[in-house]
């Protein structure tokens, strides 16, 4: 079956523009987590979804990044008036659910970079 | 308390040889330890994984070897191929959150 998707694949802005990132679960899965992956680094939890709801933002940087989930399943992450060190890969994952052992799927990622 | 400390940053090994990559952790609540291998341009897919009740796990040629009282786990990659070069991370777990050590590239040699 297919994997977990995300779009766009890359994405380039000018400082201070808004910009939204998708991210397409596996279907049936009903947890959603975001990452940042910067340059030579791993990646950085920012947000957790368990059905529709936030369960867990406590990696969202600031008040500038947001993310939602309406109907259970596609994901879109939403950053405001970018800065330059908002550039690094954005990773979704998802799992089945989210409980330890379960595992995360990851998509490709988007690369944003502010310039 | 939070990290997983991970080294070597990167490792270059001839085909065939065993690289070895280390990470520790501070966190006792962590509960589940998995590797993940990352291509250039893809996201990390799951290699291995291991939970702290278990001093060892083998799946094929990857090995992870835990050490409790440590806090301290391996990668181990037996007879190593140039297709095995790429980025790990190790990283550790507590309910739904994956904390990552920073990475190591690996280069396998032909």
């Known amino acids: 079956g297919a994997g977990v998707s995300q779009t766009p694949s890359n994405k380039v802005t000018e400082k201070g523009k808004y910009v939204e990132l998708r991210c397409d679960p596996i279907?049936?899965?009903?947890?959603l987590y975001w990452y940042r992956q910067s340059l030579g680094q791993g990646p950085e939890f920012l947000i957790y979804?368990?059905?529709?709801?936030?369960?867990?933002d406590s990696g969202l940087p600031n008040d500038r990044f947001f993310a939602v989930r309406p109907e259970g399943s596609v994901s879109t992450l939403k950053i405001q008036r970018t800065e330059r060190g908002d550039s690094a890969v954005y990773l979704c994952?998802?799992?089945?659910?989210?409980?330890?052992?379960?595992?995360?799927?990851f998509g490709p990622g988007t690369r944003l970079t502010v310039l | 308390q939070q990290q997983v400390k991970q080294s070597p940053q990167s490792l270059i090994v001839q085909k065939g040889g065993i690289p070895i990559i280390n990470c520790a952790y501070e966190?006792?609540?962590?509960?589940?330890f998995p590797w993940y291998q990352q291509f250039p341009g893809k996201g990390p897919a799951l290699l291995i994984a291991?939970?702290?009740d278990v001093s060892e796990k083998k799946e094929g040629r990857f090995t992870i070897s835990f050490n409790k009282s440590a806090k301290q786990f391996s990668l181990h990659i037996m007879d190593s191929q140039p297709g095995d070069s790429a980025t790990y991370f190790c990283a550790a777990r507590s309910n739904y959150q994956l904390i990552w050590g920073a990475g190591t590239k690996l280069i396998i040699k032909p």
């Open positions: 994952a998802s799992s089945l659910l989210a409980v330890s052992y379960n595992e995360q799927f």
């Open positions: 279907s049936g899965h009903t947890a």
């Open positions: 979804f368990q059905g529709t709801g936030a369960a867990d």
């Open positions: 966190n006792t609540a962590f509960d589940y």
């Open positions: 291991i939970r702290p």
